[in-house]
RNA sequence: GGCGGCAUAGCCAAGUGGUAAGGCACGGGUCUGCAAAACCCUCAUCCCCGGUUCGAAUCCGGGUGCCGCCUCCA
């Protein structure tokens, strides 16, 4: 099953194919490291990490970097807040981008290449765009013109007459054109500032992105991918001045994700309508995080709720259970097999399951196929989870029957770790807990008083490790229990 | 004003020409000492109007509503 991906600069899906056979590069735009990340950040990181993950599942060799914009506006005004330097703005926020991601599940890119260790690289670029034309200084800033890349607005389907005809742009007396962008951006005094031909300064946002990720993947990537939000200008101008300096397209396939909404409106800190990743996570499981982004196609904008959320808690539980129940039930089967081998009898020989393992491996085999159908098909997470769930049901089904063979729930677990792998919805790992012995000795009490049919006793042991948060279910396998979060 | 996207059951959400995935909630049932979990059954004709087609949620035209981009932004 060869892989689509939906690319911006076409509009169609097309048949993924790499410049170098098994190899993919891939940059997607970071963050601006000046604030927390919100749940709209988090779905972009999320999304392209998973579309990573499945690449490298593929077999693919992923060479993944993604960026720390660590000065710009934003941070310098943030600094003067706080009354902090640029460098420890930028250090807080990449260290608290750090954990959040890494509470989601999300992995660390191969390369987070940052702004300020890339000047020499962005000086260079720059100066060879003005070595051929395509970018004049002024008054110690340097713009780009805009007008000497035939190709703008390709990406975003805007003309430049329409650009002009918008309007919207700020006029600034300097530039020749009001769409000419910065490259490089005089100081203010007091701002943090580097030499450069054009007198102290620092780098216009875009190309900050061209530099490095030509520096770390080449002319040309193979996926640039971000918030739909840089499709312009951002990732436009990236495409002028990474094209204008190489004469080579800059990048193969464009990705975007759809926005996270939150009331119906877009994120933004002035509505005062933003939903940090920690907030949230205060109180939903990064799992159900998970869960709740990914059952919503990349491109298909989400509204945050309370109510939503909800319902992809529970949701997930379905998932959470299934894991569980399947290692309770291997479990038991290994004490079965101990106490097997020590009576020295064969009474848990697994292989009764009889004639309906070849079934069973059938719709495994099937499940995995269709799985990899969807996530084939530009990253359809939201199909890829139906066919989850199906696996669920299948998987309940098979676990109702009294002799399971042992192969055959191993070969279960494979397909749920493997899409794991992925997408990431597995419980994640609990710490371990201190008082597992005093909670056995107290099931194992309330299995005495059970046999007696006591079930006066039975039932005030569970309500009482009820209480202490462990739920205990009785089951043909014999007593399984958990702690609840 | 320009460009683009979306509208599918009570809720969330797939599906881009062949007769509506999946999840949550609801209702009925099975299993269970009771419960939990699980399983079974039930639950929509796809915003409106017109058109193309043997056939449309899916294509075209026109409405209505919502959202995004055009300025920093995932």
């Keep these: 099953m060869s892989i689509k991906i939906y690319n911006t600069l076409t509009r169609q899906k097309e048949p993924f194919e790499p410049l170098e056979d098994k190899k993919v590069k891939m940059y997607v735009c970071g963050p601006t490291v000046w604030s927390t990340i919100h749940i709209g950040n988090a779905r972009t990181f999320l999304f392209f990490d998973v579309v990573r993950r499945y690449l490298q599942a593929r077999g693919y060799e992923v060479r993944f970097v993604e960026n720390f914009t660590d000065v710009d506006d934003k941070l310098i005004r943030k600094a003067q807040q706080l009354n902090w330097t640029v460098p420890q703005v930028a250090e807080h926020y990449i260290e ?44 110690g800033n340097v713009y780009f013109r805009v007008s000497a890349f035939p190709n703008y607005g390709r990406l975003s389907r805007h003309s ?3 650009l002009v005809a918008g309007a919207r742009v700020e006029v600034d007396e300097k530039k020749e054109n009001p769409l000419d962008f910065a490259l490089w951006k005089k100081a203010k005094p007091g701002e943090i500032a580097w030499d450069s031909p054009w007198g102290e300064g620092r780098p216009g946002w875009h190309i900050e ?3 490095m990720a030509i520096r770390y993947l080449g002319e040309t990537l193979d996926i640039h991918a971000g918030g739909s939000d840089l499709r312009f200008p951002h990732h436009e101008n990236e495409i002028a001045q990474s094209e204008a ?14 926005h996270v909404t939150v009331e119906n409106e877009k994120m933004s800190k002035s509505l005062g309508n933003v939903l940090d990743v920690r907030d949230l996570l205060q109180r939903v499981r990064p799992e159900v995080v998970r869960f709740w982004m990914l059952s919503t196609h990349y491109r298909t904008p989400m509204q945050y709720s309370e109510a939503v959320l909800e319902q992809a808690a529970r949701g997930w539980e379905r998932i959470e259970t299934m894991w569980r129940n399947l ?61 989850v769930f199906e696996a669920v049901k299948e998987l309940n089904r098979y676990l109702e029957q009294p002799d399971v063979s042992r192969p055959l729930l191993e070969e279960w677990k494979r397909l749920f770790t493997d899409w794991d792998d992925v997408l990431g919805l597995l419980p994640f790992a609990a710490p371990a807990a201190d008082d597992d012995e005093e909670i056995r000795a107290l099931i194992e009490e309330r299995e005495k008083a059970r046999a007696k049919k006591d079930w006066a006793t039975s039932d005030r042991i569970r309500e009482e490790l009820q209480k202490r948060g462990i739920v205990v279910q009785d089951t043909p396998q014999g007593v399984r229990w958990y702690r609840k979060k």
Aim: aromatic fraction near 8%; hydrophobic fraction near 40%.
């Design 96 to 139: 608290a981008f750090r954990q959040d991601t890494a509470a989601l599940g999300i992995r660390p890119a191969d390369i987070h290449p940052r702004v300020t260790e890339h000047i020499p690289d962005i000086i260079r670029f720059i100066e060879q765009l003005m070595e051929r034309g395509v970018a004049y200084a002024v008054d």
């Design 327 to 387: 290692e309770f039930r291997m479990s038991q089967m290994e004490n079965a097999e101990g106490v097997a081998k020590s009576g020295d009898r064969s009474a848990a020989d697994s292989s009764g399951a009889s004639g309906e393992q070849p079934r069973v491996w059938e719709t495994i085999q099937d499940l995995k196929a269709r799985f990899d159908r969807e996530m084939a098909d530009d990253f359809n997470t939201a199909d890829a989870l139906a066919v």
């Design 209 to 211: 992105c061209s530099a």
């Design 245 to 258: 300096l190489t004469g080579r397209p800059f990048a193969r396939y464009w990705m975007h994700t759809a």
């Design 160 to 162: 430049m007459d329409d």
